[in-house]
């Protein structure tokens, strides 16, 4: 369903050039769920970003559904943009518009459906995620849980075959990241949807993802199943399951020595 | 891929057959087939799905649209010969009880 090759990202210039993504391939298959997981800064973002199209590569290939689609422009992005759901980290609704109503935007902007079918299957999206009966709160009136949920709901509006799920448990209780753990499986398992999730919450990842992607630095460092990557004795693997401050990957991003640092300070 | 409604009018009896997928595209089309029925004097209308291997979220609201119709009617509103791919939309969407379901055309049209 979506393939992923020789990805290859930097942002800045020169000196000052960073290198987001290196050589990243991934291969994410249909009905199944895959989480990419890694620190802040690992690069997990940036490949969401790609695939969503908000980014284009330096260089490598992303297909999706068959089409190779990373410098697609204009109308051809919208056009595949159909085929998948987002799920924002914040959730993203409008905040001046009814529950009912942030469901039923992309069904009112990319169909002709009329607005009867289309009350329906807010309501049927609704009962999918465990919140009929919220249709005219507005997002100020909802728990955190529930926005997310709601975003969900509008992410399947249009029945996508692919969801893309940024951080979908950031910052919710642990009943709440269960109820979306629970709802992403059964989306998956059921609809037939692909599933691939941008996550740092490694129980979340454990219990939801037939294959997850550990990246470091805009490498991957692990890929396999849950079980997989639980078994790996790879140090860095380790120190971020375990969630350890001391290990491989260092609490500071910089790489270049403080002492020097201070000191080059002195002669600038 | 287009979609085919074919209309069959027996007596008080009517059935709307389609052949093709019911998608986001297709529904309105489904739709415009069937809300002229209820306002007939149609004691059963029946849609036969057995040659729709596809539906989605819009199709299965179309027919929960003329399930309204039926109610406000008084018009029996019948669905026959789901295919196995249609049924399991209507499972996961726990909508196959809220219809009067029937394996074939003939037992839609019988009862």
Same mark, same amino acid.
């Given at each position: 369903?979506i393939?992923?090759?020789?990805?290859?990202?930097?942002f800045?210039?020169?000196?000052?050039?960073?290198?987001?993504l290196?050589?990243?391939?991934?291969?994410?298959?249909k009905g199944?769920?895959?989480?990419?997981?890694?620190?802040?800064g690992?690069?997990k973002?940036?490949v969401?970003k790609? +695939?969503?199209?908000?980014?284009?590569?330096?260089?490598?290939?992303?297909w999706?559904?068959?089409?190779?689609v990373?410098?697609?422009?204009?109308?051809?992005?919208?056009?595949?943009?159909k085929?998948?759901?987002i799920?924002?980290?914040?959730?993203? +609704?409008f905040?001046?518009?009814?529950?009912?109503?942030?469901?039923?935007?992309?069904?009112?902007?990319?169909?002709? +459906?009329?607005?009867?079918t289309? +009350?329906?299957?807010?309501?049927?999206?609704?009962?999918?995620?465990?919140?009929?009966?919220?249709?005219?709160?507005? @997002?100020?009136?909802?728990?955190?849980?529930?926005?997310?949920?709601?975003?969900?709901a509008?992410?399947?509006?249009?029945?996508?075959?692919i969801?893309?799920?940024?951080?979908? &448990?950031?910052?919710?209780?642990?009943?709440?990241?269960?109820?979306?753990?629970?709802?992403? #499986?059964?989306?998956s398992?059921? #609809?037939?949807?692909?599933?691939?999730?941008?996550?740092?919450?490694? @129980?979340?990842?454990m219990?939801? &993802?037939d294959k997850?992607?550990?990246?470091?630095?805009?490498k991957?460092?692990?890929e396999?199943?849950?079980e997989?990557?639980r078994?790996?004795?790879?140090?860095?693997?380790?120190?971020?399951?375990?969630?350890?401050?001391?290990?491989?990957?260092?609490? &500071?991003?910089?790489?270049?020595?403080?002492g020097?640092?201070?000191?080059e300070? &002195?002669?600038? | 891929m287009?979609?085919?409604?074919?209309?069959?009018?027996?007596? %008080?009896?009517?059935?709307?057959?389609?052949?093709?997928?019911?998608?986001?595209?297709?529904?309105?089309?489904?739709?415009?087939?069937?809300?002229?029925l209820?306002?007939?004097?149609?004691?059963?209308?029946?849609v %036969?799905l057995s040659?729709?291997?596809?539906i989605d979220?819009?199709?299965?609201?179309?027919?929960?649209?003329g399930?309204?119709?039926s109610?406000?009617?008084?018009?029996?509103?019948?669905?026959a010969?789901l295919?196995?791919?249609?049924? %399991?939309?209507?499972?996961?969407?726990?909508?196959?009880?809220?219809?009067e379901?029937? %394996?074939t055309k003939?037992?839609a049209?019988?009862?």
């Open positions: 369903m393939q992923i090759k020789n990805l290859k990202k930097s800045g210039e020169g000196d000052q050039r960073i290198t987001v290196e050589d990243f391939n991934a291969h994410m298959e199944q769920i895959t989480s990419i997981i890694g620190g802040s690992s690069g973002s940036t969401l790609h +695939l969503i199209g908000a980014y284009r590569p330096d260089s490598g290939e992303i999706i559904d068959g089409e190779e990373s410098q697609f422009k204009g109308e051809e992005i919208n056009r595949i943009r085929k998948f759901g799920m924002f980290q914040s959730g993203a +609704l905040n001046s518009l009814t529950v009912e109503d942030n469901v039923a935007l992309p069904m009112r902007e990319h169909t002709d +459906l009329n607005e009867g289309i +009350l329906i299957m807010v309501k049927m999206k609704l009962e999918m995620v465990g919140l009929r009966g919220a249709e005219h709160l507005k @997002p100020a009136q909802l728990s955190g849980g529930m926005i997310k949920r709601i975003a969900l509008r992410a399947i509006a249009l029945d996508p075959k969801v893309f799920y940024d951080e979908p &448990s950031a910052g919710l209780d642990p009943i709440s990241i269960g109820v979306i753990d629970k709802l992403i #499986m059964d989306l398992k059921k #609809m037939g949807i692909t599933s691939v999730v941008v996550t740092h919450e490694i @129980p979340s990842a219990r939801i &993802s997850i992607i550990m990246l470091f630095k805009g991957i460092i692990a396999g199943t849950p997989e990557i078994n790996s004795n790879d140090p860095k693997v380790i120190q971020f399951i375990e969630g350890s401050p001391d290990g491989p990957i260092p609490f &500071s991003k910089s790489q270049t020595d403080y020097e640092e201070l000191k300070m &002195s002669r600038a | 287009s979609i085919d409604l074919k209309l069959d009018k027996a007596g %008080d009896t009517v059935t709307l057959e389609v052949t093709g997928n019911i998608d986001m595209s297709s529904s309105t089309k489904v739709r415009d087939a069937l809300a002229p209820f306002q007939n004097n149609n004691k059963v209308i029946v %036969d040659g729709v291997s596809y979220s819009s199709g299965i609201a179309t027919l929960v649209e399930l309204q119709w109610h406000n009617s008084k018009n029996k509103f019948r669905l010969a295919t196995p791919g249609v049924k %399991d939309v209507f499972e996961i969407a726990r909508l196959l009880s809220v219809f379901v029937f %394996d003939e037992q049209l019988a009862e």
